[in-house]
C-alpha cells in the first residue's frame, strides 16, 4: 500500500539486449555536436560551449514504429548514439566519467523542426518541437560489459534503404566523458540517466511510410517505420 492517491505511473525503460530493462529517470540530449550538422544548420562549428535541451523519460519508444506526429508538417530523422548511466553525481571529471557508463544504445531524435524552427525564432524554448510523444526511438540497450565504450566507427542513417545520414563517432565535437562531466556541473546525475549524443550532418523529412535504418558500429542495428 502507498499514499499515493492516483494510480502510480508506469517507469520508463529501455529494454536491454539479452533480456531485462534499463530504468529511465532523466534524458538529457546535446545541440549541434558534429561540426558538419552545426553548418548545415546555419551556425558557428566552432568550439563554444555546449547545450542542452531535455526529452521526457517515456518520450523514449522501442516499438519499432513512429506514429508521424499531429501538428507538423516537416518531421526530421536525427540519429544519435543514447549513453546510458548506471551511477552519477555531480562535478564528475572527465577522466572518471565513464565509470558511470552502464551501456550504449542506438536511438532517433526525432524533431518537429517546422515547429523547432518558430520556437527558436521567438526565442522560445524547444520541447514543443523536440519533446513530444514517442520523439525518442531507441533500440535495445548493449552493455559495456558486452561492447566496451563507443567513441569511434560509423553512425549511419539508411530511410527506405538509401543512406541519408553519415557520420563517424570521432567527429563529436563534445565527446561522451566530456559531456558526462559538463552535465554535472549543472545537474546532478544519476542511475537511470541517459544522454542523446547530438547527430551528424544529413538530417531531413521523413514521410509515413519510411523505413528508417539506425547503425551504430558496434551496436545492433535498429529499424524503426513511419506509421
Ligand atoms: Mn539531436
Known amino acids: 500500500m502507498s499514499d499515493f492517491v492516483i494510480p502510480t505511473p508506469p517507469v520508463a525503460s529501455i529494454p536491454v539486449a539479452g533480456g531485462g530493462a534499463f530504468p529511465v529517470r532523466r534524458v538529457y540530449c546535446i545541440g549541434r555536436n558534429y561540426a558538419a550538422h552545426a553548418v548545415e544548420m546555419g551556425h558557428d562549428p566552432d568550439r563554444e560551449s555546449p547545450f542542452f535541451f531535455q526529452k521526457n523519460p517515456d518520450n523514449l519508444d522501442s516499438s519499432g514504429s513512429f506514429p508521424y506526429p ?127 549524443s547530438g547527430t551528424p550532418s544529413g538530417v531531413g523529412p521523413v514521410a509515413r511510410g519510411d523505413e528508417m535504418l539506425v547503425s551504430i558500429a558496434g551496436l545492433n542495428d535498429l529499424s524503426v517505420k513511419v506509421v
Request: aromatic share 6%; net charge negative; glycine share 10%.
Open 70 to 196: 499531429d501538428q507538423s508538417d516537416d518531421v526530421h530523422h536525427e540519429i544519435e548514439l543514447l549513453v546510458a548511466l548506471k551511477s552519477g553525481g555531480t562535478n564528475i571529471k572527465v577522466e572518471d566519467a565513464l565509470d558511470h557508463v552502464w551501456g550504449y544504445a542506438p536511438a532517433l531524435d526525432m524533431t518537429r523542426r517546422d515547429l523547432q524552427g518558430v520556437a527558436k525564432k521567438m526565442g522560445r524554448p524547444w520541447e514543443i518541437g523536440k519533446a513530444f510523444e514517442r520523439s525518442a526511438p531507441v533500440g535495445p540497450l548493449q552493455s559495456v560489459a558486452d561492447v566496451g565504450h563507443l567513441d569511434t566507427g560509423r553512425v549511419a542513417l539508411k530511410i527506405n534503404g538509401e543512406v541519408r545520414q553519415e557520420g563517424d563517432m570521432n567527429q563529436m565535437i563534445w565527446k561522451v566523458p566530456e559531456m558526462i562531466s559538463y552535465l554535472s556541473d549543472f545537474f546532478e546525475l544519476a542511475a537511470g540517466d541517459v544522454i542523446m
